[in-house]
């Protein structure tokens, strides 16, 4: 029921998908950028609905509090605390290992706040893990979701950092000038 209410909101807003999730493909990092204001997390559900598959999504441990932590669990959510060194890469590789089925939802971003460079857990996830990112821009000028073919790291981390910096600064996000600043400075 939620599905079909997010997915109807996706398209009487105006939005489209541009691309095709790679249904085939049972396990996926999905990094969705650029994350820059809290319109983005609704926005992503009206896309997942839209996609018709079943993701999971990690997000800041704050959010799965009282008195409305219940919700973010309920819409598939997985807490992670980034305070303490707990080792979500490993933690979410191993969740790789375990499931024979498992899509993961991440900002590369690590936060809504102003990045001077992507993060790079989501890469070492995909990479530990042997699974395909899978990025999806929001194009909100557009009013497109930009959904790009599987991408599988290689042993060459900045030329990997380069081909996702460059498929996200195609885009523009709420805060235009947020994802060219930090995209540029993502190649280590």
Same mark, same amino acid.
């Given at each position: 029921?939620? $599905?079909? +209410? ?80 707990? $080792? ?10 375990? &499931?024979?089925?498992?899509? +993961? ?8 706040? @102003? ?12 990479? &530990? ?14 009013? @497109?979701? /930009? +959904? ?8 060459? +981390? ?10 996200? $600064?195609? /885009? ?8 060219? &600043?930090?995209? @540029?400075?993502?190649?280590?």
């Amino acid at each position: 029921m939620l $599905n079909l +209410i997010f997915k109807s909101l996706f398209k009487l807003r105006g939005w489209k998908l541009v691309g095709s999730f790679p249904k085939n493909i049972p396990k996926t990092i999905v990094i969705v950028a650029p994350h820059a204001d809290w319109v983005d997390f609704p926005l992503g559900l009206g896309a997942r609905a839209a996609i018709g598959v079943k993701m999971s999504f990690l997000g800041k441990e704050e959010l799965f509090k009282a008195p409305f932590g219940w919700v973010f669990h309920l819409l598939g959510g997985k807490p992670v605390d980034r305070f303490h060194n707990n $080792n979500v890469v490993d933690a979410v590789a191993n969740l790789f290992h375990k &499931n024979e089925k498992l899509h +993961i939802v991440l900002a590369p971003e690590g936060t809504r706040k @102003e990045v001077a460079k992507l993060r790079t857990g989501f890469y070492y996830m995909a990479k &530990n893990a042997d699974v395909p990112i899978v990025m999806v821009a929001f194009d909100y000028p557009k009013k @497109e979701v /930009v +959904i790009r073919e599987p991408f599988f790291t290689s042993d060459n +981390i900045n030329e990997d950092l380069k081909t996702i910096a460059q498929f996200f $600064n195609q /885009v523009s996000g709420v805060k235009k000038e947020w994802i060219r &600043n930090y995209l @540029e400075e993502s190649v280590l």
